[in-house]
């Protein structure tokens, strides 16, 4: 099969197309012939090696989070999908490369696309709505009536987070440029900030809810605008404590982690809020729950690009110059 190679960790290293034999199935996995492919931000923060420590990849390695394809052939334990069910899925950690023409996916983060888009409308989704799932509905508990803001509205997770709040019933406040107006208050976001001409830190108050993707200055804004006994749930970092333990960190990296959050959790203390950090997780239940909010029409995708295989080094610069308004997707067959 043809896929796209990360031989070495580097900034803005080019990735290389290779021809390999297609992977081996375990038993609980099903072998998906990938249609579509996401591109997010993390594939160009594994390339550059941003997750060594976390994430320790034995390379050669195929890139790749986001897949929406046909099974192909599924492995003996495998109860729920047969062979021709169109699917997507984020695979696993350890099991990442749809930056191929097949990808093999654990049942249990497999789930049916919606029948009402396309291969690349699906495939623009799992990644970010799993991230927007396990922040506002697992982490915040988002509820009826709340204040949620959502810094970068007009990206792939503002996107979907955006419709997901809404459809909880949350009043939401984003940030965005003045160009990107229109499509985040299509959305459904009631309170719109130009980060170009406004500070957010002035506009908004007393919110219950920020889910934070930016910096750390916009991080250290962002605690100020919380009510006593808010959130902030931060899928940008600092990595904290229960992180660690999620993923069976080391001693040494338990302390690491410790040290890089513990500013920003002393601070939040004293402001009486909550602060957590989110590293999204492959879920095929919480996909199926994605699924029939597309179909009954709750959430659409936003699609931003749709770039060739061959192409697929420019697709990930795209997203990588922070103008893709939504998703970013490769068409592979």
Same mark, same amino acid.
């Given at each position: 099969?043809?896929?796209?190679?990360?031989?070495?960790?580097?900034?803005?290293?080019?990735?290389?197309?290779?021809?390999?034999?297609?992977? +081996?199935?375990?038993?609980?996995?099903?072998?998906?012939?990938?249609?579509?492919?996401?591109?997010?931000?993390?594939?160009?923060?594994?390339?550059?090696?941003?997750?060594?420590?976390?994430?320790?990849?034995?390379?050669?390695?195929?890139?790749?989070?986001?897949?929406?394809?046909?099974?192909?052939?599924?492995?003996?334990?495998?109860?729920? !999908?047969?062979?021709?069910? +169109?699917?997507?899925?984020?695979?696993?950690?350890?099991?990442?490369?749809?930056?191929?023409?097949?990808?093999?996916?654990?049942?249990?983060?497999?789930?049916?696309?919606?029948?009402?888009?396309?291969?690349? +409308?699906?495939?623009?989704?799992?990644?970010?709505?799993?991230?927007?799932?396990?922040?506002?509905?697992?982490?915040?508990?988002?509820?009826?009536?709340? %204040?949620?803001?959502?810094?970068?509205?007009?990206?792939?997770?503002?996107?979907?987070?955006?419709?997901?709040?809404?459809?909880?019933?949350?009043?939401?406040?984003?940030?965005?440029?003045?160009?990107?107006?229109?499509?985040?208050?299509?959305?459904? #976001?009631?309170?719109?900030?130009?980060?170009?001409?406004?500070?957010? +830190?002035?506009?908004?108050?007393?919110?219950?809810?920020?889910?934070?993707?930016?910096?750390? %200055? #916009?991080?250290?804004?962002?605690?100020?605008?919380?009510?006593?006994?808010?959130?902030?749930?931060?899928?940008?970092?600092?990595?904290?404590?229960?992180?660690?333990?999620?993923?069976?960190?080391?001693?040494?990296?338990?302390?690491?982690?410790?040290?890089?959050?513990?500013?920003?959790?002393?601070?939040?203390?004293?402001?009486?809020?909550?602060?957590?950090?989110?590293?999204?997780?492959?879920?095929?239940?919480?996909?199926?729950?994605?699924?029939?909010?597309?179909?009954?029409?709750?959430?659409?995708?936003?699609?931003?690009?749709?770039?060739? !295989?061959?192409?697929?080094?420019? #697709?990930?610069?795209?997203?990588?110059s922070g103008r893709a308004k939504g998703?970013?997707?490769?068409?592979?067959?």
């Amino acid at each position: 099969m043809k896929a796209f190679v990360l031989d070495r960790y580097g900034k803005k290293a080019p990735l290389r197309m290779a021809e390999l034999p297609t992977p +081996e199935l375990r038993d609980d996995e099903v072998l998906v012939q990938v249609h579509a492919a996401g591109v997010n931000l993390l594939d160009a923060k594994v390339r550059d090696g941003e997750f060594k420590l976390i994430l320790p990849y034995r390379l050669p390695l195929i890139l790749g989070h986001d897949v929406a394809g046909v099974v192909t052939r599924v492995g003996p334990r495998v109860r729920q !999908f047969q062979v021709g069910d +169109e699917v997507y899925a984020r695979p696993d950690d350890f099991r990442i490369g749809t930056f191929a023409e097949f990808v093999p996916v654990k049942e249990a983060s497999l789930a049916h696309k919606p029948k009402n888009i396309t291969m690349e +409308e699906a495939a623009s989704l799992p990644l970010v709505a799993l991230t927007a799932w396990q922040a506002l509905v697992e982490k915040a508990q988002l509820r009826k009536g709340q %204040k949620l803001f959502i810094q970068a509205g007009s990206g792939g997770v503002g996107t979907f987070a955006i419709q997901l709040a809404k459809h909880l019933g949350a009043t939401v406040a984003t940030t965005t440029s003045a160009t990107n107006t229109a499509l985040v208050k299509g959305l459904g #976001a009631d309170v719109v900030v130009d980060y170009r001409t406004q500070a957010f +830190e002035d506009v908004l108050r007393d919110y219950d809810v920020v889910l934070h993707s930016q910096d750390s %200055k #916009a991080l250290e804004k962002s605690l100020q605008v919380l009510k006593a006994g808010g959130k902030l749930v931060s899928i940008s970092g600092p990595p904290d404590p229960d992180f660690a333990r999620q993923i069976n960190a080391p001693w040494f990296l338990h302390v690491l982690i410790q040290l890089l959050s513990a500013g920003v959790r002393r601070r939040a203390r004293a402001r009486r809020v909550g602060f957590s950090f989110l590293f999204m997780r492959a879920s095929g239940s919480q996909l199926r729950e994605v699924t029939r909010l597309v179909e009954a029409g709750a959430i659409r995708p936003v699609v931003d690009r749709v770039f060739s !295989f061959e192409s697929t080094n420019d #697709a990930l610069a795209y997203v990588e110059s922070g103008r893709a308004k939504g998703k970013v997707v490769i068409k592979v067959r």
